[in-house]
């Protein structure tokens, strides 16, 4: 037994009896009973079921107690055993009961999908007590159906084993749909029978700047996880040619299928048209407006919908899609099309006048209506990422929506009575680096938007985390990327708001780690706290590091290079006299290094002000927007300015769109000698100055991101300055903390020379 996991308290009744604290199971079940005692699981566990539509799960059940807990199990068509699964006829969908009592376990559900629910309690369990679990009573049931998972096998490949590694996962979690991403311009990784070119050709490439960017970290971050494999089933020697790819035969599909729906997930696949199609496009002629098909800046060659050929490929690779996958949804993709061709092609131009189309938009969604039609007469509905709005959306199809810069989405969806999916890039795209407060905003993020109506809020169907795998070139990096995230997600999407509660969620979260120690999924580490990307101090200086995850070893260097196993171990509080650059990195207990951050400490003067008092100013900032199209902020101040505005703190004033290029500048007003944090945060770049002196640089293409600095400074009037840009609908927000760490309102201290007719 782990006696880790082991906590148990004393009480005295009648007789001497061990009374266990609750377990930490992710997601809070809605109502959990403690007993008094334990249930002994035999040497020979019999997994009974009495209803045959039980036996995928009770398999299900027997192989996670095998593998997870090392335990001898099988399962028995009976009524009777340690382990009983069954049916029962009432009940709300995926609600389950899960009875451990001293005469064995009892669960029921009102539907397989119900039982593998709780199934995935149980395996938590197992993991957490070994074979002495203590007597409960678990009723619990879930707060929205699609709980989802996305995986893009097209950018890398995932061979079919690493797959059910993942869908293990993710059961354990109670994650129920599985989004599976299998087109892409990078690869097309589905056998189609009729067009076998699509995985002889389209499912090899040659390595491209993606692995080189890959390899590049494995490099320079010494992570084994970022190296692109080459094994047998992801290489192929071709002519000179080493090419990267894979597929999976029809037959691998139907293994993956049948595997996730053993553990209660259905699987949507998604065949990305009619961009994203590059890898179809380039091996079968006529399908595109053009014969020249490629890259263009940043999206590739669509498929030409003008063309009747066209429609009866996708007809024709839809035809067998279906075929493989019996569940409600198939996934068309939408997203990212490139229509430039489309106003050139005579084809499309004829079917715009043909269907009275008003423009490309419309061409788009009359594309994806045909192609719904056809679904929806095969007795599947469709799913498309938000973009399947432009042009308008069919009655029917289901939106995921990922734009967040487009936020009205979600309204106008659910508006119209079609069903949405959360996943917005932010917080939702699990690709992105995890950083700072991403796990809280997974964890609340907010699932009943304000301004929908009740009959809106029913058509949230649910929420999605989803993985593309453009730089997530192995099955560990995968890991890494979805957890611990994903187990927030699995409490958003299970756990009524009621029974949430973030503190005790992180709690658990860092005792799961242990448990993901064992089945050797590597995850992302907390980020090491107590410190900001440069630490300003006048005398000395202090390193505090800490990590919410207690296995997590801290080591350092301060000479430039990468901490090894052998750097020095952080153990407490490291004290310089000097400037100093600390490099820490997180080790996990097997040894694997994980993230490094670097952490100037600079011994500083303090900056004078240029007057005590800010005479002649009045409160507030000037927004100068200039028309910007390039991805650093140096240039900013060179191009032509837009407009200027007056504004109360760093923000973008509502006016401002599309290309955004702004400096926000102005005086700030600091109380005290000290020195002052600035937390800059941002969606794309922006850098912060005062008094000239860069404090904060945080100018790189990104989704929100935040940088702190701090600068000693005098107390009175210092100049500040702000730069910012975004090319895709982005954020700016600047905290300032005071010399104790409390958050200056920013009325108190920005000030600003008066915006006249001549300098605006
Ligand atoms: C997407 O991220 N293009 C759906
Ligand atoms: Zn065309």
Redesign the pocket.
Known sequence: MNRRFFAFALCFSSIFCVTFAQPTLIPAPQSLHMGTGTFEVPDLVEVAYGAPQLSPAADYLVESLRQEAALQAQALRSKAGAIVLALQKRGASGAYRLAITPEGIRLTGADPSAVTNGIATLRQLVLQYGRHLPLMTIDDSPRFSWRGFHLDVSRHFFTVPEVKRILDLMALYKLNRFHWHLTDDQGWRIEIKKYPLLTERGAWRVFNDQDTVCMRQAASTDDPSMLVPRDAERTRIVGPDTLYGGFYTQEQIRDIVAYARQRGIETIPEIDMPGHFLSAIEYYDGIS?FPQVGWGEFFTTPL????DKTLAFCRDVWDEVISLFPFEYVHIGGDEVLKD??KR?P??QRRIRDQHLKDEFELQAWFIHEMETYLNRHGRKMMGWDEILEGGLSRTATVTWWRTWVPEAPLEVTAQGNDVIFCPGSPMYFSQKEQKGNLRDVYDYDLQPAGMTAAQLRHIRGVQGNLWCEYIPTLDRAFYQYFPRVMALSELAWTQPSRKDYDDFVRRMTSHFSLLHRLGVLYHTPSLEGFYGINAFTSQGTLNATCADPSAIIRYTTDGSLPTGSSPRYTGPVVVDESTDFAIRLFQPDGRGGETVRAAFVKQGYLEPLANEPSGLEPGLRATWYDFRAFECDTLHRCPVRAVYPVEDVVIPTEVRGHIGLIVSGYLVVPTDGVYTFALKSDDGSLLKIDGNMVVDNDHPQSPHEEIGQQALRAGVHKIEVRYYDHNGGMLRLHVLDPEGHLLPPATIYRRTPITESNR
């Open positions: 407006c030409c919908p003008g063309k061709n489309w092609c084809d499309c």
